[in-house]
């Protein structure tokens, strides 16, 4: 690949280990990540185990703090509980309003990817620089109503970038195609500024919209009632990673 001079990828800055997990999770585009928002948490070990055998590469965790989004769901503790049940990359997608106080806590409790939104920031790069520097991956989402104009500076700071496709804060929400468009131009700017760049969708996303979100750019896809409510979690995940994949051959 040919990058632009003085180009830095961003997981350049991220340590070795830091480093084979994002090469890791590269290597399984286009991928389905489970957001285990919508599993059994009574049986959250099991849950895992199951997605394991199923296939999966990577488990999202959305960690909302009934601030930022009108929602409360887990924090540190099930991070924690993940990882003590599997190897799998951790993608933990921080819905807070504060998100600098707890990057060190959450990398800690064994978290991979970080996903900080920049709705809840000034200046997103600080923070970026700092996901690296603890060794994981650095996300920035937006929501719906956010412009895709407004990460574009923050492009090259990013290992991915998440146009959520449902207003953040409860699961099994429509989807909204809005995303499209933030898909394709996230995806044209990356070009020039981050080519290495992930782009990833959540929010909605099952087999009527996978496709057509994989052609807008999408190489990550997190998916809930789409697994979590049939009774195969392999086929769910291989179906809709087939679906991904035709649609990635026709990019639009």
């Known amino acids: ?40 948490f009574g049986r959250l070990a099991e849950e895992i185990f199951r997605l394991e055998a199923a296939g999966t590469a990577c488990l999202h965790l959305d960690v909302m703090d009934g601030h930022f989004v009108p929602n409360l769901t887990y924090g540190l503790t099930i991070v924690e509980a993940c ?14 309003s504060n998100p600098a106080d707890y990057l060190r806590h959450y990398r800690d409790a064994g978290a991979n990817v970080l996903t900080i939104h920049i709705e809840a920031v000034r200046d997103p790069r600080p923070l970026l620089k700092e996901i690296h520097s603890l060794g994981a991956a650095a ?18 700071d990013c290992d991915l970038v998440l146009p959520m496709s449902v207003q953040p804060g409860f699961g099994g929400q429509a989807f909204d195609d809005t995303a499209l468009d933030k898909l394709r131009q ?7 500024s981050n080519p290495e760049l992930l782009l990833e969708v959540d929010g909605g996303i099952n087999a009527q919209t996978i496709s057509s979100c994989a052609a807008a750019g999408a190489q990550l896809f997190v998916v809930g009632s789409g697994i979590f409510r049939q009774k195969d979690y392999a086929a769910a995940i291989n179906s809709l990673t087939r679906l991904a994949a035709a649609g990635s051959d026709n990019l639009a």
Do not use: K, Y
């Open 139 to 156: 996300g920035l989402a937006l929501n719906p109503s956010t412009p895709a104009a407004a990460v574009q500076p923050f492009l090259a």
């Open 1 to 40: 690949m040919i990058l632009a001079p003085g180009f830095v990828s961003a997981d350049s800055l991220v340590n070795t280990a830091g480093r084979a997990r994002l090469r890791e999770l590269r290597a399984h585009c286009p991928a389905v990540l489970p957001s285990l928002l919508l599993c059994d």
């Open 186 to 192: 996230i995806r044209d700017w990356s070009r020039a």
């Open 83 to 96: 990882r003590r049940c599997t190897n799998l990359v951790l993608d933990v997608h921080l819905m807070i």
